[in-house]
Nanobody, 125 residues
Framework: QVQLVESGGGLVQAGGSLRLSCAASGLTFSTHVMAWFRQAPEKEREFVCSISWSGGMVYYADSMKKRFTISRDNAKNTVYLQMNSLKPDDTADYYC??????????????????WGHGTQVTVSS
């Protein structure tokens, strides 16, 4: 049974930082592309970023490229999302997702095989 468990969300003031984690189990982590998505209230889910199997390639949505950093530790079966200079518009539920096939440029949720339950991030102004 595959499980993706996000953690690290919370309430932060604008300009602050948060580091999200996603611990994976039940899958061969090192052969899965990992990604982060987010969904703000009353908005559609949107792609945030993705990372290749080895961590050597990353891809970001344009609006988050300069503030967010995705990384992974295959020894710990964990993917991270470092978020800096947070804005109220970043308020959303953040989800990690895993893709069994190669390729990091897939921004549609349908391209991902497994999902976590999300962690809430609230940025106050």
């Amino acid at each position: 049974q595959v499980q993706l468990v996000e953690s690290g969300g919370g309430l932060v003031q604008a300009g602050g930082s948060l580091r999200l984690s996603c611990a994976a189990s039940g899958l061969t982590f090192s052969t899965h592309v990992m990604a982060w998505f987010r969904q703000a209230p009353e908005k559609e889910r949107e792609f945030v970023c993705s990372i290749s199997w080895s961590g050597g390639m990353v891809y970001y949505a344009d609006s988050m490229k300069k503030r967010f950093t995705i990384s992974r530790d295959n020894a710990k079966n964990t993917v991270y999302l470092q978020m800096n200079s947070l804005k109220p518009d970043d308020t959303a539920d953040y989800y990690c997702a895993a893709r069994g096939a190669s390729g990091i440029y897939y921004v549609a949720g349908s391209a991902y095989d497994y999902w976590g339950h999300g962690t809430q991030v609230t940025v106050s102004s």
